[in-house]
């Protein structure tokens, strides 16, 4: 079966998940839901702002603190700029990643393990300009999904897409760092950049194999 659509997508298939739950009435900004990976959003936020030679103070406060007036009524979505401004970070960061061989994203080099037939087949990614699209697309709609954006996912289950790859904890690292790279590209603001990075790293068990 022909693959379209490769590992960092999967980052994001949990959030459909998180997408579909209620969440109560007070909740005014978006959460992973995860308290490990909310950490490691704030970590990674706080990290870069002192690298920036910028305050990192008050990076583990209450987010409700750093939004305020109309913006606490937006959704993610909203604060993101919409189906435009998700597309902008999903072509900024697909163009890293794909570049970037920290993360590896066409599996060169790797093949597949278990017992079977398809034991030390190769799992590299040769992607067309189509397939490249498409997985784009996917992205997109499952980011605005995830942040409760009104997008339906067109795309595949992508647990079962990933099983073989042997997708280390470093590679999913520099994929979300060059998430990262793209939001701070566009601007988007260290709230907003918290928020969705800690929905990026709770999908981390669904991706990573080899830790």
């Known amino acids: 079966m022909r693959r379209t659509i490769r590992p960092l997508i999967s980052i994001l298939f949990l959030l459909s998940g998180c997408a579909g739950q209620t969440q109560p009435e007070d909740r005014q900004f978006h959460?992973?839901?995860?308290?490990?990976?909310?950490?490691?959003?704030e970590q990674r936020i706080a990290a870069d702002q002192q690298i920036k030679g910028k305050s990192a103070q008050g990076a583990g406060g209450n987010p409700l603190q750093q939004l305020t007036g109309a913006d606490k009524a937006k959704t993610l979505f909203e604060r993101l700029g919409g189906d435009e401004g998700i597309k902008k970070i999903v072509d900024d960061f697909t163009a890293r990643a794909l570049?970037?061989?920290?993360?590896?994203?066409?599996?060169?080099?790797?093949?597949?393990?278990?017992?079977?037939?398809?034991?030390n087949v190769p799992v590299e990614w040769k992607p067309n300009d189509e397939q490249i699209n498409l997985m784009k697309t996917h992205i997109a709609q499952f980011v605005a999904l995830a942040t409760g954006g009104p997008t339906k996912y067109e795309g595949k289950e992508m647990k079962q897409a990933h099983q073989g790859l042997h997708i280390t904890n470093a590679e999913f690292d520099a994929s979300i760092g060059d998430f990262k790279a793209s939001l701070d590209k566009l601007g988007i603001a260290t709230q907003?950049?918290?928020?969705?990075?800690?929905?990026?790293?709770?999908?981390?068990?669904?991706i990573v194999e080899e830790r």
Not at 31 to 41: I, K, P, V, Y
Not at 99 to 119: E, H, L, Q, S
Not at 192 to 206: D, G, M
């Open 31 to 41: 959460t992973s839901g995860n308290r490990e990976a909310d950490q490691r959003a």
């Open 99 to 119: 570049a970037d061989p920290r993360v590896n994203w066409k599996r060169i080099g790797v093949t597949r393990g278990g017992i079977n037939f398809k034991r």
């Open 192 to 206: 907003e950049q918290k928020e969705v990075l800690a929905i990026l790293e709770s999908s981390r068990p669904l």
